[in-house]
């Protein structure tokens, strides 16, 4: 279930969120969307109209990714005396 906050509708109202718990932006201009917290991949396949082509790019996109990562990581302090 959503938090209240963490999503916005497209005119950055606040959806309402039904029973079981899902957002709605009914009248607001489309589907609510997530807020950007952090670091995380999202890939939307609600357009495509070929969902096996759609696949296999975000499945290429995300190879690419994931073999191109790199991360700086800093020397550790020393040891405390």
């Given at each position: ?70 991360y700086v ?9």
């Amino acid at each position: 279930m959503p938090e209240p906050g963490s999503v916005l509708c497209p005119d950055q109202t606040v959806p309402v969120l039904n029973a079981p718990g899902n957002a709605y932006c009914e009248g607001h201009g489309g589907n609510p969307q997530l807020l950007a917290r952090g670091t995380y991949c999202h890939f939307d396949l609600t357009t495509q109209t070929d969902m096996a082509y759609g696949l296999r790019q975000v499945v290429q996109q995300i190879r690419d990714r994931v073999a191109g990562c790199s991360y700086v990581v800093p020397v550790p302090p020393p040891p405390m005396s």
